[in-house]
């Protein structure tokens, strides 16, 4: 009898630690549809949502809808919503791209709803070139305070102007913390999440000092998320991708510029046009 008094004691103690450890801290419950028809579209949608720790979804295939559970801390609603629609399930969210739809088995491919969410689609509705033009302008103002804000940074140290290459950073800050990520296209969005807190990170470091050669040191590093950003958004002109062999410690390093002129942010006048052209993005 003790030998199984302690066998449910220690199976209880192990159950409890279990329920412990898959608790979500700081936990944030929502209920969403989700369209599918079967239990593959279950297996795809949960496995597709989930995170550990992070984010557990459960979805009804009678209801459509899913229960999501969320370290609010961690992640959002968003981003969990735009996982699922790229494995190819609609919400009322976020609309599936076309292609992950097309790649369902034939009996996961789901009726789908028009989405007055998916902005491509808003075009087709009355007065549909304002809005559609509308449209555009706002999914490519998302981003392009944040470049803009870069282009300055770094125009400010071609110049070696320590004070004004903070003051030009205080303002890519800001146009950071002002990108609402939910109106991003899904291929800035996964980006964006993929760079964002190395790129506040250094945008941070740049503008609380006036020191041009530590400032430098934090656009190498800032140069490369942007590199990221601009490859799958769009910007109103050509951006140059530059690269200097002697920055870095020799180790070489890049930056961005609107003109294809070589103006050395590393070294300003001392070496103003070391480096080169290694790609044009349009």
Known sequence: MKSLSKIMATLAMLFIFTACEAQIKNEKKENVKIYGNCDMCKSTIEKAGNIKKIAKVEWNKDTKMASIAYDQKATNLDEILKRIALAGYDSDTFRAPDDAYAKLPECCQYDRAVKTTAKTEMAHTGHSGHT???????????????????????????????????????????????????????EEHNVWMKVLNELKEDAEHVSETTDAEHQRDHFITLSKSIYELLKVSKYEVPVYYQFCPMANDGKGANWLSKENAVKNPYYGSQMLTCGKTVETIK
């Open 132 to 186: 559609a033009a509308a449209t555009r302008q706002q999914e490519q103002n998302q981003l392009k305070a944040v470049f803009d804000n870069y282009f300055d940074v770094k125009d400010a140290l071609v110049k070696t102007e320590g004070k004004l290459a903070s003051d030009k950073a205080k303002g890519l800050v800001k146009a950071i913390n002002a990108v609402k990520m939910n109106e991003l296209k899904m």
